[in-house]
């Protein structure tokens, strides 16, 4: 039997990966699956329990999506979660209204006794709820489980038909025993076996991996990002020479970046593998010449660097397989989401998959980038490395505003090392989850010794997030902003004010362009 496992339907919910993150914290393996999926498939032996997630629809409305009734009559547990909980209701004939006004945010739950999904839960407790509809009658043969002072309904179930259900959300961190309940569920209703452990990850994706390719040649685009790194390391113990990475230099990496992708996977690194770097700077530099236009600039480093790798793969010779660090969000984004279009994103990974290769090779397509991380320490990546911070695919191309100059890269590359250093000095490397220096187009008058100075100013943005969705302005002290921008006008040429970006995401964005 294939690994038995919690299935996630997704309803359109923005905490639906959470859940199954969750789910693999209790080691027991999880996946997402849009709620179109057949009952034959939920019907599988390896799952042992079915979550429907939160969405933004109205069940009551025809043209919101819900799930085939019959679901009920598979045998398997079931955990509605807010929309999936309403679904529940109304699918059993239960009722559900809408409210005159929404309940969101930190709520205290008055739990009722006897209830298996709130075993163990104290009888007060705070959760988080996020809705405007409410369940104002449970289905006929549940009980109701526990209610807040405005939602009559807080969870409700039916241990026979083992269906439960919760209109708050259990996964996210604001729901202090969300945990346990989700525990409750997987363990004890669902009897998982708590046995998924990912140290046998790599062995099992090494072998999957030789039993695939076998004497054939892979191809991995090297950005010395985590997950291309990840997957390099992996490839590398399983295949060898028969691994090639090429690592595409755009010149606008941050300072010493390419060094540091050599360092670990050059010829005196630690990886038996082919290593190709090219370095395609002035490439770059030419094609983005006088253009200032944000999305033509993410446009032309994309389409430059398919052009540049795709170059380089003729001289390689034959290459059967491409290798792709594509992760678990990554792959719920692609297939499952619907969202408009803020910014072209380009992966150097992410690069067509009709450039003429037998297959395309995936290991880490299952997981999340926590589990990542994890796989990278195992393997033996430095530590820097595994917990980089994000950097995107157009690299400082859209930190910089305006026209992209090999000047104005070398003060941002500079500003930017400052910066990072005066963040790890000050111990805030894993407090903050994005920072970095950008370069505003802007210059102004200022004056160094006796003499008038017209330069740049530099942008500084720090931001915690957990998801990078949204965002807030990390609250960095004035003396150590003031610490960092004394070191950057001193040492910086060219730079003579700098400004911290004080927003958050909506409205801004992380980056600049
Ligand atoms: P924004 O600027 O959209 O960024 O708020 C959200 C997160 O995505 C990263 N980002 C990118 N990553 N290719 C990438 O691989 C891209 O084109 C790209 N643009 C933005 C950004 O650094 C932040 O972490």
Do not use: W
């Not at 669902?190 to 998924?196: G, I, L, P, S, Y």
């Amino acid at each position: 039997m294939a690994e038995e496992k919690i299935v996630v339907v997704d309803f359109g919910g923005q905490y639906n990966q959470l859940i199954a993150r969750r789910i693999r914290q209790l080691n027991i393996y999880s996946e997402v699956v849009p709620y179109t999926i057949s009952l034959d498939e939920l019907a599988k032996e390896e799952v042992k329990g079915i979550i429907f997630t939160g969405g933004p629809n109205s069940v009551y409305l025809d043209s919101s999506p819900k799930i085939d009734k019959k679901v009920f009559t598979l045998g398997k547990p079931i955990l509605g979660i807010c929309y999936g909980a309403q679904m529940i209701a109304y699918l059993l004939g239960g009722e559900v209204k809408t409210a005159p006004t929404s309940e969101y945010g930190n709520t205290l739950l008055h739990v009722h006794d006897g209830s298996l999904l709130l075993k163990g839960v104290h009888k007060e407790t705070n959760v988080f709820m996020s809705h405007t509809d409410y369940i104002a009658r449970i289905p006929e043969g549940f009980v109701l489980t526990s209610h807040t002072d405005v939602c009559p309904t807080g969870s409700f179930e039916n241990v026979e038909r083992q269906v439960y259900a919760t209109q708050f959300h259990p996964e996210v961190e604001h729901s202090v025993e969300g945990q346990k309940m989700l525990e409750n569920f997987a363990v004890n209703i669902c009897h998982c076996h708590q046995t998924f452990v990912k140290s046998s990850f790599i062995q099992d994706q090494i072998e999957k991996i030789r039993a695939e390719v076998g004497d054939g040649k892979v191809l991995c685009a090297l950005s010395g990002g985590v997950d291309s790194s990840v997957t390099a390391a992996l490839l590398a113990k399983a295949i060898g020479k028969n691994l090639t990475c090429v690592f595409v230099d755009h010149g606008l990496l941050r300072k010493d970046e390419a060094k540091q992708v050599e360092e670990v996977f050059g010829p005196n690194g630690k990886f038996d593998l082919n290593f190709v770097p090219f370095d395609a700077s002035e490439l770059f530099y030419s094609r983005l010449k006088g253009v200032t236009e944000p999305e033509k600039k993410r446009k032309i480093i994309g389409s430059t660097f398919i052009e540049v790798f795709n170059e380089e793969k003729k001289k390689l010779g034959q290459m059967d397989y491409l290798a792709q660090g594509t992760i678990y969000p990554d792959r719920i984004e692609s297939g499952l989401g619907i969202s408009a279009t803020i910014k072209s994103h380009h992966n150097v990974g992410g690069l067509p998959k009709d450039i003429g290769f037998k297959g395309l090779i995936e290991p880490l397509s299952y997981l999340f980038k926590d589990e990542v991380r994890e796989v990278g320490l195992q393997l033996g990546l430095p530590k820097e490395l595994v917990y980089r911070q994000p950097f995107p695919g157009p690299g400082l191309g859209i930190r910089i505003i305006g026209e992209v100059t090999k000047e104005k890269i070398h003060i941002v590359q500079e500003a930017d090392a400052i910066f990072r250093e005066e963040v790890r000095k000050a111990g805030l490397e894993f407090k903050l989850s994005q920072y970095f220096a950008a370069l505003s187009n802007m210059r102004s008058v200022g004056v160094m010794g006796d003499f008038r100075t017209y330069d740049y100013a530099v942008v500084l943005r720090a931001v915690e997030t957990d998801d990078f969705m949204t965002a807030r302005p990390s609250c960095l002290t004035y003396e150590f902003l003031s610490t960092v921008a004394d070191r950057i006008v001193n040492e910086v040429k060219g730079v003579n004010r700098v400004l911290f970006d004080y927003t958050s995401k909506p409205p801004s964005t992380i980056e600049l362009e």
